[in-house]
Nanobody, 123 residues
């Protein structure tokens, strides 16, 4: 069992930056692939970024490529999402998720989810 707790969301102006953190419980964090998803009001949850269990491979959605970076620190049981050059369309609730697989790019492959953290980007 893994419990995930996101933090770092908030209100930021367009062009600004935020860093989201996701702290995981349990001593087996390093075996899980991790991902970030987001859901805006009235829209489906969408993939943002993923990282393999070792941190050696990462993936980002085209909409955030070049602006967002996913990373992890297995010693701290934490995964991060650095978000730069934020746009109003990045406004959403951001969720952290863990998969027993080495990595996953779709929501239904994830086994554990956090409660989400709100990110609001003003124009």
């Amino acid at each position: 069992q893994v419990q995930l707790v996101e933090s770092g969301g908030g209100l930021v102006q367009a062009g600004g930056s935020l860093r989201l953190s996701c702290a995981a419980s349990g001593r087996t964090f390093s075996i899980y692939g991790m991902g970030w998803f987001r859901q805006a009001p009235g829209k489906e949850r969408e993939f943002v970024a993923a990282i393999s269990w070792s941190g050696g491979s990462t993936w980002c959605a085209d909409s955030v490529k070049g602006r967002f970076t996913i990373s992890r620190d297995n010693g701290k049981n934490t995964v991060y999402l650095q978000m730069n050059s934020l746009k109003p369309e990045d406004t959403a609730v951001y969720y952290c998720a863990a998969t027993r697989g080495s990595y996953a790019l779709v929501a239904n492959r994830y086994d554990y989810w956090g409660q989400g953290t709100q990110v609001t980007v003003s124009s």
